[in-house]
């Protein structure tokens, strides 16, 4: 199955949640990153590891299927 086909198939309802998750784990992250106000270094690098990891957790939720939709 190559990526766009597991890409389209139906995604388990546990990474729907995961994905969710990881969706609003970026945009708190984007938002740390684009703050109109000055913010410590620290704070501004856990942003961008923050956004980073919501990013990596919504592609691999999404690109998650049954063994079903597989075959």
């Given amino acids: 199955m190559n990526v ?6 139906p995604t388990p309802k546990f990474f ?4 969710n998750i990881g969706l ?12 109109p106000v000055a913010l410590p270094v ?5 942003g961008g590891y923050i956004a980073v990891a919501g990013g990596v ?3 691999v939720s999404q690109l ?3 063994k079903d939709a597989i075959q």
């Fill in 64 to 66: 998650t299927s049954t």
């Fill in 42 to 46: 620290a704070i501004v690098s856990i």
């Fill in 24 to 35: 609003v784990l970026a945009a708190v992250g984007g938002t740390i990153l684009a703050a």
């Fill in 57 to 59: 957790i919504s592609a």
């Fill in 16 to 19: 729907k949640v995961l994905r």
């Fill in 4 to 9: 766009i086909k597991r890409a389209k198939a």
